[in-house]
């Protein structure tokens, strides 16, 4: 059975879009387009309805971020972040709290002339801001370690006058492309986020959205080159058979860990192929994915909204 795309867009918007996801909960949902045209009308309606709801959509295609590592997933998540829009609000949250005002809001500006601003001696305005920072980011365990240190470098980093090399080697390291290793050091930053510390880190960035006052993530993956054989992939990443189990077990791990991230909802986005094509490419081959996403039990006159997998009409 299948269901038209409008009511399934609908049932998304008013279940999860609207209120679940901006109130903290999370979802992961596959989706099986009729046709890969319909797959990507489903990408852009989902963005469109996204946006309206007011969450950050994430766009992730497969035929340009290797699925199979998960920091790559991490990486290409962090690089459609605007850590820059992030690190100003919440720069200006601490300024707040601490008792002082942002002259100009949603401008850079420096620690003087914040100081000048409020008339008050810039050493002793550094020193509450600092024990500020440390209150809700350092004493907030839903951040990872070096995810809390790479953010207070952010945070620190955007009062001073010169720190820019420090500010764009920690977003370098957010992205997959660290700077200097002395400057990582400075931040306190100890490791390159690498398989075994992406879901931490992914975790961390949900938590640090929701506190820069983000409703929430819309991720959406297109995972339609998977299910590609070598000689239908003219360009762009192609996949072996290990990878795209690599890639389910990357989903599957998503999927376990969707309770621990806020604000959260994963769209995964497929045509036909990953039910009924090449059985070495098709869920079937991968029962530990395929369990979590398929009903055993199915309505006779139609499939249910809701469930974690369905079908387009």
Known sequence: MTIPLESWLEVMRDEYFAT????????????????????????????????????????????????????????????????????????????????????????????????????????????????????????????????????IALLVTRLADDQDALQNAVFGWLQGSPGPLGLLKDAQIGTKIVRNNARAMLRSLCHWLRMCGEKGMLLSIDVTRLLRERRQVADGQFYSLAAVMDCYEVLRQMIDDAGMLEGFFLAVIADPPLLAGDLRRSLNQYTALKMRVWDDVRPEYGDNPLAPLVQLQ
């Open 20 to 151: 679940f996801i901006p109130e903290g909960g999370s979802a992961v949902r596959f989706v099986v387009a009729a046709n890969p045209d319909q797959a990507d009308n489903v990408s852009m309606r989902l963005r469109e309805l996204g946006q309206q709801c007011r969450l950050t959509v994430i766009d992730i295609d497969t035929a340009e971020t290797k699925l199979h590592l998960l920091q790559n997933l991490f990486f290409a998540i962090a690089r459609s972040i605007d850590w820059d829009k992030l690190t100003q609000v919440q720069l200006e949250r601490v300024v707040a709290n601490s008792g002082y005002r942002w002259p100009d809001p949603n401008q850079r500006t420096t620690l003087a002339i914040l100081a000048e601003a409020n008339e008050v001696a810039p050493a002793l305005m550094r020193m509450q801001i600092h024990q500020e920072i440390t209150r809700v980011v350092w004493q907030d365990t839903h951040l990872a370690q070096d995810f809390r240190n790479a953010m």
